[in-house]
């Protein structure tokens, strides 16, 4: 009874035409399994540096993934948002308390995202309720020419695992493009999502009988230094697979090698190896990237394989994320956190946290540190200070020297 009540409400007002009835159609999605990649939110498609996530005569969306982030663009036509629907437990929406909405405007040249968590426990009817912790942890940026918009939002979780993305986690998605003159759209309105599975590899086409996986993928590569990462191939010879040819896609492919080699014989247990070994430039732009293989067979038919890889700092911090729950009195809070090394040889420095207005850090805030081995790791602990009745979620800025390098990063954490 309430869904046509919406939609004759919001055809009143919106200055061009929009049929919410349309949500309820699940979107046809380009490809279900979607992959581990950083894109750089600067408001501009470049080449190969977004997942194809629906295409229609108007619209092109985009998605993509890493540990705890979501990715999202859109092109639409000028004078539209960008909303995205997810459903973090794709139970399906108007279910649960685990459905959150992004809309994205631009408004005088300038960008713009709002969150939403639709709360649909009560027995009442579905509400929608803030999400102010998501305001630090809301990247957007757009551009606009005579025709279209182009929108690129990343959300972070921001320390209360509400954006646990991770591999093999299925989430219900859309996007859709909604004018701007519409109003918010109504808690009780229906809207069905595309499942999908966030991963680190997929392939396409592959020969009947092959199957595939991958090593050392998720050991990151510090710029400047080399690694690799191993395709396992199972099979036998009778597939008849001529060649592999391997380049990093995107950001990574004029950072790392390109090459082609004969494919190798199956060994008597059905086994194949080969590894992209490859230095990375210096300045290679930090995050995950797509390493691409092509394998041709002797009748010249090729398949596609992805698989994700890390560009890393050389170290990276890690806060242990715990719920800190608000006091009535002001307090000491010890904030425990880790240094991991990604470089291959020993790294040493100096780590201080600087925190924001109103906290202050009550021991040392500078320490040292020394790691030895790609993936060591050391644990530290600042000591902070957080005033009475302090709530909500704030940035804690780190700043790491190691050798000539100084590093920065910002740690989320939220207190409620």
Known sequence: ???????????????????????????????????????????????????????????????EWEPA??????????????????????????????????RVSLTDGKPSAVARLLDATNVTGPTWRDLPELDLALKVAATSDAGTTT???????????LIAASE??????????????????????????AVVALVNSRAAALPLGLKWNTEFGDIPIVPGESGRVRLTFKG?????????????????RDATNLFALPFPSFDTKGRAYIDYSTRIAPD???????????????DGVPSVLQTSYRIAPIVDVDVVHTAIPVSSTDRGYKLPFYITANSRSRVSGTVTIKMPEGF??????????SIFGVRGKTRQIFEIYIPAGKSGTYAADFTLTVK??????SVLFTIR
């Open 1 to 63: 009874m309430l869904f046509p009540l919406a939609i004759a409400i919001l055809g009143q007002q919106a200055a061009a035409p929009f049929d919410p009835a349309a949500m309820m159609t699940a979107p046809s999605v380009v490809e279900v399994s979607r992959l581990r990649v950083t894109p750089k939110i600067d408001g501009k498609i470049e080449a190969e540096e977004w997942d194809s996530f629906t295409t229609t005569a108007a619209t092109q969306t985009y998605f």
């Open 69 to 102: 982030q979501l990715h999202f663009a859109a092109t639409v036509a000028n004078g539209q948002d960008l909303v995205v629907s997810l459903d973090l437990k794709h139970d399906g929406w108007l279910v649960g308390k685990d459905n959150i909405e992004l």
């Open 151 to 161: 929108y690129e939002v990343s959300v972070t979780d921001p320390g209360t695992d």
């Open 168 to 193: 093999n986690q299925k989430i219900g998605v859309r996007m859709d493009s909604v004018p701007t003159e519409v109003p918010a759209l109504p808690a009780v309105m229906p809207r069905s999502l």
């Open 236 to 252: 036998k010879n009778d597939l008849k697979i001529t060649r592999l040819e391997m380049r990093s896609e995107g950001f990574g």
């Open 284 to 298: 290679s732009l930090l995050g995950y990237r797509i390493l691409r293989g092509t394998l041709t067979t002797a």
């Open 360 to 369: 202050r850090v009550l021991n040392d805030s500078t320490k040292t540190f």
């Open 404 to 409: 000539d390098q100084i590093l920065k990063q």
